[in-house]
Protein backbone atom coordinates (compact mmCIF):
# COMPACT_ATOMS: atom_id res chain seq x y z
CA UNK A 1 0.00 0.00 0.00
CA UNK A 2 1.41 3.34 -0.70
CA UNK A 3 2.66 5.51 2.53
CA UNK A 4 0.02 8.39 1.54
CA UNK A 5 -2.79 5.53 1.91
CA UNK A 6 -1.41 4.17 5.09
CA UNK A 7 -1.15 6.84 6.55
CA UNK A 8 -4.54 8.45 6.15
CA UNK A 9 -5.76 4.92 6.91
CA UNK A 10 -3.89 4.84 10.53
CA UNK A 11 -4.56 8.36 11.81
CA UNK A 12 -7.90 10.23 11.83
CA UNK A 13 -7.97 14.25 11.92
CA UNK A 14 -9.33 13.86 15.40
CA UNK A 15 -6.15 12.08 16.78
CA UNK A 16 -4.13 14.84 17.18
CA UNK A 17 -4.01 15.61 20.59
CA UNK A 18 -4.79 19.39 21.55
CA UNK A 19 -1.45 20.41 24.58
CA UNK A 20 -3.68 21.62 27.64
CA UNK A 21 -0.19 22.37 29.87
CA UNK A 22 3.35 21.78 29.07
CA UNK A 23 4.24 18.72 28.33
CA UNK A 24 7.60 18.75 30.44
CA UNK A 25 6.76 20.65 33.93
CA UNK A 26 2.92 20.57 33.36
CA UNK A 27 1.99 24.14 33.68
CA UNK A 28 -0.95 25.55 32.17
CA UNK A 29 0.47 28.72 30.74
CA UNK A 30 1.13 28.47 27.27
CA UNK A 31 1.52 31.49 25.09
CA UNK A 32 0.86 31.14 21.05
CA UNK A 33 4.42 31.93 19.34
CA UNK A 34 4.02 30.72 15.96
CA UNK A 35 1.22 28.92 13.64
CA UNK A 36 1.77 27.86 10.27
CA UNK A 37 -1.56 26.57 9.47
CA UNK A 38 -2.08 22.73 8.15
CA UNK A 39 1.02 20.32 6.86
CA UNK A 40 1.19 17.11 5.94
CA UNK A 41 3.55 15.04 7.94
CA UNK A 42 7.29 16.06 6.99
CA UNK A 43 8.33 12.75 6.01
CA UNK A 44 5.73 11.06 4.73
CA UNK A 45 7.18 10.69 1.49
CA UNK A 46 4.39 10.19 -1.33
CA UNK A 47 4.35 6.99 -3.34
CA UNK A 48 4.01 7.17 -7.80
CA UNK A 49 0.82 6.92 -7.99
CA UNK A 50 -1.12 7.78 -5.62
CA UNK A 51 -3.96 9.79 -6.13
CA UNK A 52 -5.68 10.29 -2.45
CA UNK A 53 -5.17 13.75 -1.05
CA UNK A 54 -1.86 13.77 1.37
CA UNK A 55 -3.48 14.46 5.19
CA UNK A 56 -2.81 17.60 6.59
CA UNK A 57 -3.01 18.57 10.31
CA UNK A 58 -2.45 21.58 12.74
CA UNK A 59 1.29 23.14 12.92
CA UNK A 60 1.68 25.64 15.76
CA UNK A 61 4.00 26.06 18.90
CA UNK A 62 3.26 27.47 22.30
CA UNK A 63 5.84 28.82 25.35
CA UNK A 64 5.35 27.47 28.73
CA UNK A 65 6.01 30.23 31.17
CA UNK A 66 6.61 28.20 33.60
CA UNK A 67 10.11 25.98 32.43
CA UNK A 68 10.30 27.83 28.80
CA UNK A 69 9.89 25.14 26.86
CA UNK A 70 8.90 25.67 23.34
CA UNK A 71 6.21 22.71 21.95
CA UNK A 72 3.71 21.97 19.53
CA UNK A 73 0.30 23.45 20.08
CA UNK A 74 -1.31 19.95 18.61
CA UNK A 75 0.61 16.42 18.64
CA UNK A 76 -0.20 13.61 16.47
CA UNK A 77 1.20 9.79 17.75
CA UNK A 78 4.67 9.16 17.48
CA UNK A 79 4.09 5.88 15.62
CA UNK A 80 1.97 7.55 13.24
CA UNK A 81 5.35 9.47 12.74
CA UNK A 82 8.33 6.93 12.92
CA UNK A 83 6.78 3.95 11.59
CA UNK A 84 8.22 1.24 9.38
CA UNK A 85 8.87 3.42 6.27
CA UNK A 86 10.44 6.36 8.26
CA UNK A 87 13.14 7.47 5.08
CA UNK A 88 15.73 9.10 7.06
CA UNK A 89 19.19 7.81 7.29
CA UNK A 90 21.98 9.59 8.75
CA UNK A 91 24.53 8.34 7.26
CA UNK A 92 24.24 10.50 3.78
CA UNK A 93 25.30 13.34 5.77
CA UNK A 94 29.07 13.80 5.37
CA UNK A 95 28.91 16.85 7.54
CA UNK A 96 27.02 14.77 10.29
CA UNK A 97 28.92 11.83 10.01
CA UNK A 98 32.74 13.91 10.74
CA UNK A 99 30.73 15.49 13.73
CA UNK A 100 29.73 11.57 15.10
CA UNK A 101 33.05 10.62 14.61
CA UNK A 102 34.27 13.87 16.66
CA UNK A 103 32.35 13.39 19.31
CA UNK A 104 33.10 9.58 19.92
CA UNK A 105 36.88 10.39 19.80
CA UNK A 106 36.58 12.99 22.01
CA UNK A 107 34.26 10.89 24.31
CA UNK A 108 36.89 7.87 24.32
CA UNK A 109 40.02 9.69 24.97
CA UNK A 110 38.39 12.05 28.00
CA UNK A 111 36.56 8.98 29.39
CA UNK A 112 39.17 6.19 29.03
CA UNK A 113 36.48 4.23 27.73
CA UNK A 114 38.13 1.16 26.69
CA UNK A 115 36.25 -2.99 26.00
CA UNK A 116 34.35 -2.65 29.49
CA UNK A 117 33.18 0.08 28.92
CA UNK A 118 29.32 0.48 27.75
CA UNK A 119 27.95 3.45 25.40
CA UNK A 120 24.11 3.16 24.35
CA UNK A 121 22.64 5.80 21.42
CA UNK A 122 19.36 6.38 22.13
CA UNK A 123 17.37 6.87 18.36
CA UNK A 124 20.90 5.48 17.02
CA UNK A 125 19.19 5.45 13.34
CA UNK A 126 21.44 3.82 10.82
CA UNK A 127 24.88 3.15 13.45
CA UNK A 128 26.62 6.47 11.75
CA UNK A 129 27.34 6.90 15.57
CA UNK A 130 27.72 4.16 17.36
CA UNK A 131 29.96 2.24 14.99
CA UNK A 132 32.93 4.70 15.72
CA UNK A 133 32.93 3.03 19.57
CA UNK A 134 32.45 -0.48 17.71
CA UNK A 135 35.69 0.33 15.47
CA UNK A 136 37.63 1.56 18.78
CA UNK A 137 36.18 -1.61 20.44
CA UNK A 138 33.96 -0.37 23.13
CA UNK A 139 30.93 -2.36 23.86
CA UNK A 140 28.01 -0.12 22.12
CA UNK A 141 24.24 -0.71 22.04
CA UNK A 142 21.54 1.32 19.83
CA UNK A 143 17.85 1.75 19.96
CA UNK A 144 15.57 2.78 17.51
CA UNK A 145 11.90 2.58 16.49
CA UNK A 146 12.51 2.74 12.72
CA UNK A 147 12.86 -0.64 11.37
CA UNK A 148 14.68 0.30 8.38
CA UNK A 149 16.95 2.34 9.44
CA UNK A 150 17.75 -0.42 12.74
CA UNK A 151 18.37 -2.86 9.99
CA UNK A 152 21.43 -0.91 8.31
CA UNK A 153 22.77 -0.11 11.62
CA UNK A 154 22.77 -3.87 12.31
CA UNK A 155 24.23 -5.02 9.24
CA UNK A 156 27.30 -2.14 9.68
CA UNK A 157 27.71 -4.17 12.60
CA UNK A 158 25.96 -1.94 15.25
CA UNK A 159 23.30 -4.01 17.98
CA UNK A 160 20.16 -2.60 18.10
CA UNK A 161 17.34 -2.93 20.00
CA UNK A 162 14.05 -1.99 17.50
CA UNK A 163 11.80 -0.35 19.54
CA UNK A 164 10.72 3.46 21.32
CA UNK A 165 13.23 4.72 24.34
CA UNK A 166 11.68 4.93 27.55
CA UNK A 167 11.26 4.12 31.23
CA UNK A 168 10.74 0.61 30.69
CA UNK A 169 13.01 -0.09 27.58
CA UNK A 170 15.87 1.46 30.22
CA UNK A 171 15.01 -1.25 33.05
CA UNK A 172 15.88 -4.20 30.01
CA UNK A 173 18.59 -2.83 28.74
CA UNK A 174 20.06 -2.49 32.37
CA UNK A 175 18.79 -6.01 33.06
CA UNK A 176 20.73 -7.11 30.29
CA UNK A 177 23.96 -5.44 29.67
CA UNK A 178 24.16 -3.22 33.03
CA UNK A 179 24.41 0.58 33.46
CA UNK A 180 26.19 2.87 30.77
CA UNK A 181 29.23 4.69 31.34
CA UNK A 182 28.20 7.06 28.27
CA UNK A 183 24.29 7.54 26.91
CA UNK A 184 24.29 9.63 23.92
CA UNK A 185 20.64 11.27 22.64
CA UNK A 186 21.67 13.42 19.29
CA UNK A 187 18.32 15.00 17.50
CA UNK A 188 16.29 12.72 19.69
CA UNK A 189 14.57 14.69 22.30
CA UNK A 190 12.61 17.05 20.52
CA UNK A 191 11.34 13.71 18.44
CA UNK A 192 9.43 12.59 22.03
CA UNK A 193 6.24 13.08 23.03
CA UNK A 194 6.33 12.33 26.72
CA UNK A 195 9.00 14.13 28.33
CA UNK A 196 8.86 12.41 31.64
CA UNK A 197 9.11 9.03 30.58
CA UNK A 198 12.03 9.96 28.28
CA UNK A 199 14.70 11.34 30.87
CA UNK A 200 12.90 8.58 33.78
CA UNK A 201 15.05 6.14 30.80
CA UNK A 202 18.11 8.17 30.95
CA UNK A 203 18.23 8.19 34.76
CA UNK A 204 17.81 4.50 35.00
CA UNK A 205 20.32 3.98 32.36
CA UNK A 206 23.13 6.23 33.33
CA UNK A 207 25.48 4.97 35.61
CA UNK A 208 26.18 6.79 39.10
CA UNK A 209 29.78 8.40 37.21
CA UNK A 210 28.33 8.05 33.51
CA UNK A 211 28.09 10.76 31.24
CA UNK A 212 25.03 11.60 29.25
CA UNK A 213 25.13 13.78 26.02
CA UNK A 214 22.03 15.17 24.07
CA UNK A 215 22.42 17.47 21.49
CA UNK A 216 19.24 19.29 19.53
CA UNK A 217 19.26 22.32 17.95
CA UNK A 218 18.81 25.88 19.87
CA UNK A 219 15.65 27.50 19.68
CA UNK A 220 17.40 30.83 20.43
CA UNK A 221 18.80 30.30 17.10
CA UNK A 222 15.82 28.89 15.29
CA UNK A 223 13.94 32.11 16.48
CA UNK A 224 16.81 34.54 15.35
CA UNK A 225 17.71 33.22 12.32
CA UNK A 226 13.76 32.79 11.39
CA UNK A 227 14.30 28.68 10.69
CA UNK A 228 10.75 28.01 10.89
CA UNK A 229 10.93 25.17 8.62
CA UNK A 230 12.62 23.28 11.53
CA UNK A 231 9.10 23.21 12.99
CA UNK A 232 7.72 20.45 11.76
CA UNK A 233 4.86 17.52 13.69
CA UNK A 234 8.34 15.46 13.91
CA UNK A 235 9.76 17.68 16.83
CA UNK A 236 7.02 17.86 19.85
CA UNK A 237 9.35 20.58 21.72
CA UNK A 238 12.13 23.03 20.53
CA UNK A 239 14.95 23.22 23.56
CA UNK A 240 16.91 26.33 24.92
CA UNK A 241 19.11 25.72 28.01
CA UNK A 242 17.11 26.83 30.56
CA UNK A 243 14.31 24.12 29.60
CA UNK A 244 16.78 21.23 29.41
CA UNK A 245 18.37 22.58 32.53
CA UNK A 246 14.66 22.34 34.52
CA UNK A 247 13.80 18.73 32.20
CA UNK A 248 16.96 17.44 33.79
CA UNK A 249 16.47 18.54 37.62
CA UNK A 250 12.96 17.13 38.05
CA UNK A 251 14.69 13.77 37.12
CA UNK A 252 17.79 14.23 39.32
CA UNK A 253 20.10 14.81 36.90
CA UNK A 254 22.06 18.31 36.33
CA UNK A 255 23.62 20.30 33.59
CA UNK A 256 26.77 20.46 33.90
CA UNK A 257 27.73 21.75 30.48
CA UNK A 258 27.47 22.91 27.17
CA UNK A 259 28.90 23.19 23.61
CA UNK A 260 27.47 25.02 21.00
CA UNK A 261 27.88 24.61 17.27
CA UNK A 262 26.53 27.17 15.21
CA UNK A 263 27.31 25.65 11.77
CA UNK A 264 25.02 22.50 12.62
CA UNK A 265 21.57 22.28 11.99
CA UNK A 266 21.56 25.71 11.66
CA UNK A 267 22.81 26.07 15.71
CA UNK A 268 22.91 22.88 17.86
CA UNK A 269 23.65 22.69 21.87
CA UNK A 270 25.00 19.73 22.92
CA UNK A 271 24.13 19.19 27.16
CA UNK A 272 26.32 17.16 29.17
CA UNK A 273 24.41 15.89 31.98
CA UNK A 274 25.21 13.53 35.03
CA UNK A 275 23.61 12.32 38.73
CA UNK A 276 26.30 14.63 40.01
CA UNK A 277 26.34 18.84 39.82
CA UNK A 278 29.51 20.14 38.56
CA UNK A 279 28.79 23.07 36.32
CA UNK A 280 30.93 24.67 34.66
CA UNK A 281 31.36 28.09 34.42
CA UNK A 282 30.70 28.36 30.30
CA UNK A 283 27.13 26.53 31.13
CA UNK A 284 26.14 29.01 33.58
CA UNK A 285 27.04 31.81 31.14
CA UNK A 286 25.15 30.66 28.69
CA UNK A 287 21.89 29.71 31.30
CA UNK A 288 22.57 33.51 32.25
CA UNK A 289 22.78 34.88 28.69
CA UNK A 290 19.47 33.24 28.10
CA UNK A 291 17.21 34.89 30.50
CA UNK A 292 19.31 38.25 29.90
CA UNK A 293 18.31 37.68 26.50
CA UNK A 294 14.67 36.98 27.46
CA UNK A 295 14.54 33.66 25.76
CA UNK A 296 12.56 32.68 28.81
CA UNK A 297 10.38 35.17 28.45
CA UNK A 298 7.32 35.54 26.07
CA UNK A 299 8.94 38.96 24.71
CA UNK A 300 11.91 37.30 22.59
CA UNK A 301 9.44 35.44 20.22
CA UNK A 302 6.58 38.57 19.52
CA UNK A 303 8.16 39.22 16.49
CA UNK A 304 8.58 35.97 15.17
CA UNK A 305 5.96 34.93 13.23
CA UNK A 306 5.83 38.40 11.73
CA UNK A 307 9.07 37.64 10.45
CA UNK A 308 7.93 34.75 9.28
CA UNK A 309 5.30 35.94 7.05
CA UNK A 310 7.98 38.16 5.38
CA UNK A 311 10.12 35.35 4.37
CA UNK A 312 7.66 32.95 2.73
CA UNK A 313 6.27 36.10 1.23
CA UNK A 314 9.88 36.98 -0.11
CA UNK A 315 10.27 33.45 -1.02
CA UNK A 316 7.26 33.09 -3.22
CA UNK A 317 7.87 36.22 -4.69
CA UNK A 318 11.42 35.53 -5.62
CA UNK A 319 10.45 32.30 -7.42
CA UNK A 320 7.77 33.72 -9.16
CA UNK A 321 10.07 36.42 -10.56
CA UNK A 322 12.31 33.47 -11.83
CA UNK A 323 9.10 31.62 -13.63
CA UNK A 324 8.27 34.75 -14.83
CA UNK A 325 11.74 35.52 -16.28
CA UNK A 326 11.49 31.84 -17.84
CA UNK A 327 14.16 30.52 -15.68
CA UNK A 328 13.96 26.98 -14.12
CA UNK A 329 13.90 25.93 -10.21
CA UNK A 330 14.94 22.71 -9.08
CA UNK A 331 15.28 22.20 -5.13
CA UNK A 332 18.20 20.23 -3.21
CA UNK A 333 17.47 18.02 -0.06
CA UNK A 334 14.21 15.96 0.85
CA UNK A 335 14.41 17.24 4.12
CA UNK A 336 11.79 17.55 6.90
CA UNK A 337 12.30 21.14 7.17
CA UNK A 338 11.88 21.23 3.27
CA UNK A 339 8.09 19.67 3.58
CA UNK A 340 7.84 22.59 6.17
CA UNK A 341 9.02 25.49 4.00
CA UNK A 342 7.22 24.67 0.55
CA UNK A 343 3.92 23.66 2.25
CA UNK A 344 3.32 26.31 4.61
CA UNK A 345 4.77 29.23 2.20
CA UNK A 346 2.48 27.91 -0.81
CA UNK A 347 5.09 26.90 -2.74
CA UNK A 348 4.47 23.95 -5.11
CA UNK A 349 5.64 21.81 -8.24
CA UNK A 350 4.20 24.59 -10.36
CA UNK A 351 7.51 27.19 -9.29
CA UNK A 352 10.23 23.49 -8.30
CA UNK A 353 10.16 21.10 -10.89
CA UNK A 354 12.21 18.42 -9.28
CA UNK A 355 14.29 17.61 -5.88
CA UNK A 356 17.30 15.87 -5.55
CA UNK A 357 18.46 13.91 -2.91
CA UNK A 358 21.43 11.76 -1.83
CA UNK A 359 18.92 9.40 0.21
CA UNK A 360 18.04 6.30 -2.54
CA UNK A 361 15.20 5.83 -0.06
CA UNK A 362 13.56 8.71 -0.86
CA UNK A 363 14.44 8.62 -4.25
CA UNK A 364 11.47 7.99 -6.73
CA UNK A 365 8.88 9.30 -4.49
CA UNK A 366 7.26 12.83 -3.91
CA UNK A 367 6.63 15.94 -1.24
CA UNK A 368 3.86 15.56 0.74
CA UNK A 369 1.61 17.80 0.29
CA UNK A 370 3.20 19.70 -3.19
CA UNK A 371 3.57 16.64 -4.53
CA UNK A 372 7.44 18.03 -6.14
CA UNK A 373 9.10 14.54 -7.53
CA UNK A 374 12.81 13.39 -5.67
CA UNK A 375 15.17 12.51 -7.95
CA UNK A 376 19.29 11.47 -7.58
CA UNK A 377 21.30 13.92 -7.61
CA UNK A 378 22.61 12.85 -10.77
CA UNK A 379 19.49 14.19 -12.36
CA UNK A 380 21.23 17.87 -11.99
CA UNK A 381 23.95 16.73 -14.67
CA UNK A 382 21.34 15.50 -16.89
CA UNK A 383 18.55 18.45 -16.52
CA UNK A 384 20.34 21.03 -15.16
CA UNK A 385 17.99 23.83 -13.40
CA UNK A 386 19.45 27.77 -13.38
CA UNK A 387 18.36 28.27 -9.74
CA UNK A 388 18.58 24.98 -6.81
CA UNK A 389 16.68 25.95 -3.92
CA UNK A 390 18.29 24.56 -0.69
CA UNK A 391 15.55 22.92 1.06
CA UNK A 392 18.62 21.30 3.11
CA UNK A 393 20.17 24.75 3.90
CA UNK A 394 21.72 23.48 7.05
CA UNK A 395 24.26 21.63 4.83
CA UNK A 396 24.38 24.35 2.34
CA UNK A 397 28.69 24.30 2.55
CA UNK A 398 28.37 20.54 1.99
CA UNK A 399 25.55 20.68 -0.76
CA UNK A 400 27.26 23.52 -2.84
CA UNK A 401 31.00 22.22 -2.32
CA UNK A 402 29.44 18.51 -3.95
CA UNK A 403 27.99 20.26 -6.65
CA UNK A 404 31.31 22.73 -7.76
CA UNK A 405 30.50 21.21 -11.22
CA UNK A 406 26.63 22.81 -11.36
CA UNK A 407 28.09 26.12 -9.92
CA UNK A 408 30.95 26.20 -12.37
CA UNK A 409 28.29 26.12 -15.15
CA UNK A 410 26.82 28.50 -14.40
CA UNK A 411 23.77 27.32 -12.02
CA UNK A 412 23.30 29.55 -8.79
CA UNK A 413 21.46 28.79 -5.24
CA UNK A 414 19.14 30.01 -3.50
CA UNK A 415 19.08 29.81 0.37
CA UNK A 416 15.40 30.37 1.82
CA UNK A 417 16.61 31.35 5.61
CA UNK A 418 16.57 33.86 7.38
CA UNK A 419 15.80 35.28 4.10
CA UNK A 420 15.58 33.94 0.46
CA UNK A 421 18.86 35.21 -0.98
CA UNK A 422 20.89 33.61 -4.20
CA UNK A 423 24.60 32.96 -3.81
Known sequence: MARGARVAAAIEPDIDESVQVCRSCGDARLVPVLDLGTTPIANALVEPG???ADP???????????????????????????DSDYPYYSSYSDALCRHAR?????????????????????????????????????????????????????????????EFFGACAASAIVAQHGRADVVIAN??????????????????????????????????DLVEHCEFDT??????????????????????????DVEYFPDLHGGTLR?????????????????????????????????????????????????????ESGARVAAYGAAAKGATLLNSSGVGADRVAYVVDRNEHKQGRAMPGCRIPIAPVERLQLDPPDYLLLLAWNFADEIMAQQAAYRAGGGRFIIPVPSPRIV
Open 50 to 52: TVS
Open 56 to 82: RYPLAVVLCQGCSLVQLERALPAGAIF
Open 102 to 162: SHVEQLVTQRGLGPDSFAVEVASNDGYLLRHFVDAGVGALGIDPSPGPAAAAIAAGVPTRV
Open 187 to 220: NVMAHVPDLDDFVSGLATLLADDGILTIENPSVA
Open 231 to 256: IYHEHYSYFSCSSVDALMRRHGLHLN
Open 271 to 323: WYVAHHRERTQRCQERLDRERADGVTSPAFYRSFAARVRQTQSDLRRLLDELH
